[in-house]
């Protein structure tokens, strides 16, 4: 699995022009998963970004996590993220998981956020949509799971 975790003020997805997730302060996941993935990258994956520590304390360090400040989670599915480009100039997608897996382990990675107690709103996976975030900083970082 590979995430790409933008910190942000706000963030929203709209499918057809409906909104149909939104968060204010915290996190906007872009979430690919790959064909080897299973529930252990899952798990993973949920612990690295509830306690990455990318919000800034009193001091104005990046000292604190998602749940220090209480913020949101919008988790956005991106197969995309297993592109190759090696070959031509079209890209590749046969890393991705094929869809009936990716969509398994995608939900099973916002249920988890949830049961972290987080506010997860999501967009709808395999669907066409446009994503809007401030992204705060601007912090953006990438999390494989294949890295551990």
């Known amino acids: 699995m590979r995430i790409v975790v933008q910190k942000v003020t706000e963030a929203s997805v709209s499918v057809d022009d409906e909104i149909i997730g939104e968060i204010g302060e915290g996190f906007m996941l872009l979430v690919g998963i ?3 993935d299973n529930q252990e990258d899952v798990h ?3 612990r690295k970004v509830s306690n990455l520590r ?3 304390d009193e001091e104005g360090k990046m000292n604190r996590s998602l749940k220090d400040v209480s913020g949101a ?5 991106q197969f995309t993220l297993f592109a190759d480009t090696k070959k031509g100039n079209r890209p590749s997608f046969t890393n991705a998981a ?3 897996i990716g969509e398994e382990l995608y939900q099973a ?6 049961a972290e107690g987080f506010q997860v709103a999501s ?3 395999g669907a066409h949509m446009s994503v809007r975030l401030n992204n705060d900083g ?3 970082i990438l999390i494989d799971s294949k890295n551990k």
Request: proline share 10%; hydrophobic share 40%.
């Open 123 to 125: 967009g709808k996976f």
């Open 73 to 77: 989670i919008l988790s956005i599915s």
């Open 34 to 36: 790959g064909k080897d």
């Open 98 to 100: 094929p869809p009936e």
């Open 138 to 140: 601007p912090v953006t």
């Open 109 to 114: 990675f916002n249920e988890l956020l949830s």
């Open 44 to 46: 993973y994956l949920v």
């Open 54 to 56: 990318v919000f800034e």
